[in-house]
C-alpha cells in the first residue's frame, strides 16, 4: 500500500502538493520527524523560498542526513528539487549533494524577467516511467528564479533563455522544477506516475 | 458608471470548476467590495477551491497585511493580488515581497486616460469596487507601474477601466504604453468581447496575459474554442 508523506519544511505550497495528492486518492501525512520519513513508501520534498532558510529548516531535524539515506522514491518539487543537488548560488548553499550540479540565477533580459513564472513547454531528453502520459511540448506551471543546467540526470528540459532541467531522476530521486500541484493534466500524470514507482 | 451593479455569477466553486476544465490557464478571484467597505476577504472559499483547482489562482480584495496575505497563501492561493491598499500604503507592496517573494506579489492597477491641465495621461484610480467612492488619485500609471516593480511587484495587471465591461476591445495604447516601462509579466485587463481582442492584445500590446470575466461568465467566448482559434492566428498558447 503507498504510504506517502510530505516533508514539512515551511514552504508555502504545501497545501496545494497535499491537495494534488488527494485529488489522486492519497491522503499523505505532512511531518519533519526522520522515522516516519523513513518508514513511507513514496517521500515528497516540496519548497517555496529561499534555498538557505530551506537547508537550515531541514538541518534542524537531521533531515539534511536523513534525506540521502533515503531507498524509497523521493520526489524533490521545485526549490525541493534544487535541494537535491550539490549547491545553489541563491546565498551560496550547500545542498543535499545527491545529485552533482549547482542551481544558477537565471540572467534577466528584456522580455524575460526573473523570476521565471507562467505556463511553459517540457521537452523529454530520456526514456522515463516519469514520463509516461506525457509528449513532446506538454505545458507546466513554473516559478523560479534559480535553474538547474541540463546534465546526464536531466528527463526533460524546459526552455527560458536556455535549456534547464525541468525533470530529473537518478535511482530512487527525482525532481521536478515546475509545480505538478498547479500544472494541470501534465502535474497530474508527473504525480501519479510518481506514485506508481515500486516502493 | 461601468461598474455599477455587479453581476452576480453563480457558485465561485462551479465556476472555478468550469474554467480549469475549459482550459483557463490561471484564475483570479476579486472581491471588489472588500477594500470600499474596510473589511479583508473572506477567505473560507480559499481552502476549498485550492482543493478543487489544478492550475493556479490569485486571490485579490482588501489584504492590507503581510499576515492577511500569509493566510491566502497557506490556505493554497499562489499568490495575492493588492490594489487599494497598495495606493495607500505602497511599502505594503515591499514588504509582501521580503517575505513571499515577488512570484507572490501582483499589484492591480485600475487606470484611465484623463485630460489633466491640458496634458492627456494614465492615471491611476482607487476604490473602483464601490461606484460611489470611486476616485482619481492623480497618479500617473506610468510613474506607479515603476514604483511598484522596484519595490517587488512580480506581476502588474493592468485593468483599462473606460473599456471595462463594455467588451470593444483592450485599451491597446494604454497597453503598449505600459508595456514599454513594464519589465515584469503584464497582463490586460478590461475590455475583451471577442476573439480578435485577445489576439490583439497578445500581438500588438506584447501582454503576457489576457484576463477577462464577463465574456466567459455569460459564455460569449469558450476559452477552449478561444484558444484553438489563438494558436490558428499564430498566438502561443497551452492548449
Not at chain 1, 531507498?71 to 545553489?88: A, D, H, N, Y
Not at chain 1, 516559478?143 to 530512487?172: D, E, K
Not at chain 2, 476591445?169 to 475583451?192: F, H, K, M, N, T
Given at each position: 500500500m503507498t504510504d506517502v508523506v510530505v516533508i514539512e519544511n515551511g514552504g508555502?505550497?504545501?497545501?496545494?502538493?497535499?491537495?494534488?495528492?488527494?485529488?489522486?486518492?492519497?491522503?499523505?501525512?505532512?511531518?519533519?520527524?526522520?522515522?516516519?520519513i523513513r518508514r513511507a513508501t513514496?517521500?515528497?520534498?516540496?519548497?517555496?523560498?529561499?534555498?538557505?532558510?530551506?537547508?537550515?529548516?531541514?538541518?534542524?531535524?537531521?533531515?539534511?542526513?536523513?534525506?540521502?539515506?533515503?531507498?524509497?522514491?523521493?520526489?524533490?518539487?521545485?526549490?525541493?528539487?534544487?535541494?537535491?543537488?550539490?549547491?545553489?548560488?541563491?546565498?551560496?548553499?550547500?545542498?543535499?549533494?545527491?545529485?552533482?550540479?549547482?542551481?544558477?540565477?537565471?540572467?534577466?533580459?528584456?522580455?524575460?524577467?526573473?523570476?521565471?513564472?507562467?505556463?511553459?513547454?517540457?521537452?523529454?531528453?530520456?526514456?522515463?516511467?516519469?514520463?509516461?502520459?506525457?509528449?513532446?511540448?506538454?505545458?507546466?506551471?513554473?516559478?523560479?528564479?534559480?535553474?538547474?543546467?541540463?546534465?546526464?540526470?536531466?528527463?526533460?528540459?524546459?526552455?527560458?533563455?536556455?535549456?534547464?532541467?525541468?525533470?530529473?531522476?537518478?535511482?530512487?530521486?527525482?525532481?521536478?522544477?515546475?509545480?505538478?500541484?498547479?500544472?494541470?493534466?501534465?502535474?497530474?500524470?508527473?504525480?501519479?506516475?510518481?506514485?506508481?514507482?515500486?516502493? | 458608471m461601468r461598474f455599477r451593479d455587479h453581476r452576480v455569477v453563480g457558485d465561485i466553486l462551479e465556476l472555478a470548476t468550469r474554467y480549469r476544465d475549459a482550459g483557463a490557464d490561471e484564475l483570479v478571484f476579486y472581491d471588489i467590495t472588500a477594500s470600499p467597505d474596510g473589511r479583508t476577504v473572506d477567505r473560507s472559499w480559499v481552502t476549498r477551491i485550492a482543493r478543487i483547482l489544478d492550475i493556479p489562482f490569485c486571490v485579490a480584495g482588501?489584504?492590507?497585511?503581510?499576515?492577511?496575505?500569509?493566510?491566502?497563501?497557506?490556505?493554497?492561493?499562489?499568490?495575492?493580488?493588492?490594489n487599494s491598499p497598495a495606493l495607500n500604503d505602497p511599502e505594503l507592496v515591499s514588504r509582501l515581497s521580503e517575505r513571499f517573494g515577488a512570484q507572490c506579489v501582483v499589484v492591480g492597477i485600475d487606470s484611465q486616460t484623463v485630460v489633466r491641465d491640458g496634458e492627456t495621461r494614465f492615471e491611476v484610480y482607487q476604490y473602483t469596487g464601490d461606484p460611489d467612492r470611486t476616485r482619481s488619485t492623480a497618479r500617473s500609471t506610468l510613474d506607479w507601474v515603476r514604483e511598484v516593480q522596484e519595490r517587488g511587484a512580480g506581476e502588474i495587471v493592468l485593468n483599462c477601466m473606460a473599456s471595462d465591461g463594455v467588451r470593444q476591445g483592450y485599451d491597446l495604447a494604454q497597453l503598449e504604453a505600459v508595456r514599454a516601462v513594464c519589465r515584469v509579466p503584464l497582463i490586460a485587463s478590461g475590455g475583451a468581447g471577442a476573439p480578435e481582442h485577445f489576439r490583439d492584445v497578445f500581438a500588438r500590446a506584447h501582454v503576457d496575459g489576457a484576463l477577462a470575466a464577463s465574456v466567459f461568465h455569460l459564455g460569449t467566448i469558450e476559452i477552449g474554442e478561444l484558444k484553438r482559434w489563438l494558436r490558428s492566428q499564430g498566438i502561443e498558447v497551452r492548449p
Amino acid at each position: 500500500m503507498t504510504d506517502v508523506v510530505v516533508i514539512e519544511n515551511g514552504g508555502g505550497n504545501v497545501s496545494s502538493v497535499r491537495y494534488a495528492l488527494g485529488r489522486l486518492g492519497v491522503e499523505a501525512e505532512l511531518t519533519h520527524d526522520a522515522d516516519r520519513i523513513r518508514r513511507a513508501t513514496h517521500v515528497i520534498l516540496p519548497g517555496v523560498g529561499a534555498a538557505r532558510d530551506a537547508m537550515q529548516r531541514l538541518a534542524a531535524h537531521g533531515l539534511d542526513r536523513v534525506i540521502p539515506t533515503l531507498t524509497q522514491p523521493v520526489l524533490g518539487i521545485c526549490l525541493g528539487m534544487q535541494l537535491l543537488f550539490e549547491s545553489s548560488a541563491e546565498g551560496d548553499t550547500p545542498c543535499l549533494g545527491i545529485l552533482p550540479g549547482r542551481a544558477e540565477r537565471f540572467a534577466e533580459a528584456p522580455g524575460r524577467p526573473v523570476p521565471h513564472m507562467g505556463w511553459n513547454q517540457l521537452e523529454p531528453v530520456r526514456a522515463s516511467p516519469l514520463l509516461d502520459g506525457l509528449a513532446p511540448g506538454d505545458y507546466a506551471y513554473f516559478v523560479h528564479s534559480y535553474a538547474l543546467p541540463v546534465s546526464v540526470h536531466t528527463i526533460a528540459t524546459c526552455t527560458y533563455g536556455a535549456p534547464f532541467t525541468a525533470i530529473v531522476g537518478r535511482g530512487n530521486f527525482h525532481g521536478a522544477q515546475f509545480h505538478p500541484e498547479r500544472s494541470a493534466r501534465s502535474g497530474t500524470k508527473l504525480l501519479a506516475n510518481f506514485l506508481a514507482l515500486p516502493a | 458608471m461601468r461598474f455599477r451593479d455587479h453581476r452576480v455569477v453563480g457558485d465561485i466553486l462551479e465556476l472555478a470548476t468550469r474554467y480549469r476544465d475549459a482550459g483557463a490557464d490561471e484564475l483570479v478571484f476579486y472581491d471588489i467590495t472588500a477594500s470600499p467597505d474596510g473589511r479583508t476577504v473572506d477567505r473560507s472559499w480559499v481552502t476549498r477551491i485550492a482543493r478543487i483547482l489544478d492550475i493556479p489562482f490569485c486571490v485579490a480584495g482588501g489584504i492590507r497585511s503581510v499576515a492577511e496575505a500569509e493566510a491566502v497563501l497557506a490556505a493554497g492561493a499562489e499568490k495575492i493580488s493588492v490594489n487599494s491598499p497598495a495606493l495607500n500604503d505602497p511599502e505594503l507592496v515591499s514588504r509582501l515581497s521580503e517575505r513571499f517573494g515577488a512570484q507572490c506579489v501582483v499589484v492591480g492597477i485600475d487606470s484611465q486616460t484623463v485630460v489633466r491641465d491640458g496634458e492627456t495621461r494614465f492615471e491611476v484610480y482607487q476604490y473602483t469596487g464601490d461606484p460611489d467612492r470611486t476616485r482619481s488619485t492623480a497618479r500617473s500609471t506610468l510613474d506607479w507601474v515603476r514604483e511598484v516593480q522596484e519595490r517587488g511587484a512580480g506581476e502588474i495587471v493592468l485593468n483599462c477601466m473606460a473599456s471595462d465591461g463594455v467588451r470593444q476591445g483592450y485599451d491597446l495604447a494604454q497597453l503598449e504604453a505600459v508595456r514599454a516601462v513594464c519589465r515584469v509579466p503584464l497582463i490586460a485587463s478590461g475590455g475583451a468581447g471577442a476573439p480578435e481582442h485577445f489576439r490583439d492584445v497578445f500581438a500588438r500590446a506584447h501582454v503576457d496575459g489576457a484576463l477577462a470575466a464577463s465574456v466567459f461568465h455569460l459564455g460569449t467566448i469558450e476559452i477552449g474554442e478561444l484558444k484553438r482559434w489563438l494558436r490558428s492566428q499564430g498566438i502561443e498558447v497551452r492548449p
